[in-house]
C-alpha cells in the first residue's frame, strides 16, 4: 500500500509561486511514475505533470509549460512541484498520485494511477 501526503497548498496573489511537496511511504518510491493533477470546482480532475516510471522523462500540460516545474528526491522519497507566475485560473485542489505501472512514456490520465493523496488546496486571487 502506498500512501501519499501533499503539503504546501495555500493563498497567493497573482504573480506569485508555491512550491508543492507529496511524500510517499513506499520502499522503492524511484519505481513508480509519480504524477501531480488539479480539480477546481465542479470541474474533472486534470493533469498537470508527471514524471514517467522510468527513465525520468517528464511532460506537462499545456496550460503549464514554462511556468510549473515537477521535481522528485528518491532519497526523501518525494515529488514536488514548483508553480512559478501563478494565474487565478491555478486556483484548483492539488493531488499526488502515483503508478507502479507504465515504461518510459508519461502517463497523464487519472485512470492510469492507483494511489492518490487527499489533495492540498492552492487558491490564486487576482
Known amino acids: 500500500q502506498v500512501q501519499l501526503v501533499e503539503s504546501g497548498g495555500g493563498l497567493v496573489q497573482a504573480g506569485g509561486s508555491l512550491r508543492l511537496s507529496c511524500a510517499a511511504s513506499v520502499r522503492t518510491f524511484e519505481s513508480y511514475a509519480m504524477g501531480w493533477f488539479r480539480q477546481a470546482p465542479g470541474k474533472e480532475r486534470d493533469f498537470v505533470g508527471a514524471?514517467?516510471?522510468?527513465?525520468?522523462?517528464?511532460a506537462y500540460a499545456d496550460s503549464v509549460k514554462g511556468r510549473f516545474t515537477i521535481s522528485r528526491d528518491n532519497v526523501k522519497n518525494t515529488v514536488y512541484l514548483q508553480m512559478s507566475s501563478l494565474k487565478p485560473e491555478d486556483t484548483a485542489a492539488y493531488y499526488c498520485?502515483?503508478?507502479?505501472?507504465?515504461?518510459?512514456?508519461?502517463?497523464?490520465?487519472?485512470?492510469?494511477?492507483?494511489?492518490w493523496g487527499r489533495g492540498t488546496q492552492v487558491t490564486v486571487s487576482s
Open positions: 514524471f514517467s516510471r522510468n527513465g525520468g522523462n517528464t
Open positions: 498520485a502515483a503508478s507502479p505501472n507504465g515504461g518510459y512514456k508519461v502517463t497523464v490520465s487519472p485512470l492510469q494511477y492507483d494511489y
